[in-house]
């Protein structure tokens, strides 16, 4: 293998983003790394890697097992990096659990026999996935919750890409996807003795705000607190400026409910807000393209409305746009600071 152009095109991205921070892992000998992402490759190039269906013939399939190895790459000097799989509720009208995927990251440094704080960080995108690149930056962001001392459980809910074409499909917009971030947590907490459960954190940007905030309303019991960063929160509001809405919603919901305007209230985090009993924190952006900061400014107000005692900063025009505070610049790096703080205080790690 001598560079990119030997590889699958589906993956000479990824592979050109390995080169490209390979010599900042010197704790990793490069015949390891080598054989790891061969390893993957041929996975990736024959199909035998984990996906719910016709994986083979899915190139999103090809690149998540690439950045799986990446996963190991970037985390594994801190963290024991796992994956895993649990059931949650049926898609559509059928009566079998849908197999749910998630990963886990557990500190290497951490006592097991104490009780520790863990934080449920939800990816965003409608059909996104947890991968450890890109403007989200979630292996950056995932490293600095365990130097924290947090176990991090980052669950792929139905409608991620990566796992075929029948689990990208199973989308379910403000609905189901709510119950499988929530499943991630309950199965982490069962099967780790020394996760407390009276200090998980759920942490979410964009569509994983919107799950975010879903969970901390309609779940109280489950969270200690929430942070939700440029969330989606009004689809009302929403459908006024994204013309692929209705089409989502359709995809969710079936046709009607796509003109449907009490389907997009009910798939809405501004229509639960007198359901806040957790510590919350909002951030927003006013250059933010891709969820408009009228959409925060909805959520804002609502919560006034109704009483409710939370956190929230809007920033003015910050550089970056929606991934503002997610990427590696020094404002990003200080506002990141402002969520650990704030999660500290509640989850005491």
């Not at 010599?23 to 080598?34: G, N």
């Not at 490293?143 to 409608?159: F, K, T």
């Not at 499909?169 to 189901?176: F, N, R």
């Not at 639960?272 to 250059?287: A, C, D, F, Q, R």
Request: hydrophobic fraction near 40%.
């Amino acid at each position: 293998m001598h560079g990119p152009c030997a590889l699958p095109l589906a993956l000479q991205g990824r592979y050109l983003e390995y080169r490209s921070f390979r010599l900042r892992l010197p704790f990793i000998p490069s015949s390891v790394r080598v054989s790891l992402l061969v390893a993957a490759f041929a996975v990736a190039a024959f199909g035998q890697g984990e996906a719910s269906d016709n994986a083979e013939e899915d190139l999103n399939h090809a690149v998540k097992v690439s950045d799986d190895v990446l996963w190991q790459l970037q985390l594994g000097d801190i963290a024991e990096v796992r994956t895993f799989r649990y059931t949650g509720l049926p898609r559509g009208k059928s009566g079998n659990p849908m197999i749910l995927y998630a990963y886990s990251y557990i500190p290497k440094s951490l006592d097991r026999a104490s009780k520790h704080p863990m934080i449920v960080l939800v990816h965003g995108g409608v059909h996104g996935n947890n991968s450890t690149g890109g403007p989200a930056n979630n292996a950056t962001i995932v490293r600095e919750m365990v130097e924290r001392g947090y176990v991090v459980v980052a669950p792929d809910y139905r409608g991620s890409v990566g796992y075929g074409p029948a689990y990208m499909k199973a989308l379910d917009y403000g609905g189901k996807e709510n119950d499988d971030v929530l499943g991630a947590r309950n199965w982490m907490v069962e099967r780790y003795p020394f996760i407390d459960p009276a200090r998980v954190g759920v942490v979410g940007w964009s569509h994983g705000g919107m799950i975010a905030l879903f969970n901390i309303f309609q779940h109280p019991d489950a969270y200690a607190c929430a942070f939700a960063g440029e969330p989606v929160s009004d689809l009302i509001e929403r459908r006024k400026y994204l013309k692929s809405m209705p089409r989502t919603m359709s995809d969710s919901a079936g046709e009607a409910a796509a003109n449907d305007d009490e389907e997009y209230r009910k798939r809405s985090p501004v229509t639960y807000v007198s359901k806040l009993e957790k510590p919350l924190l909002v951030h927003g952006n006013t250059s933010d393209e891709t969820v408009r900061v009228v959409e925060v400014e909805n959520l804002v107000g609502a919560l006034k409305a109704a009483g409710k005692k939370f956190e929230y900063k809007i920033y003015q025009a910050a550089p970056g746009g929606h991934h503002f505070n997610r990427i590696d610049t020094k404002l990003a790096v200080e506002s990141r600071g402002e969520i650990y703080t704030f999660l500290k205080r509640y989850l005491k790690p």
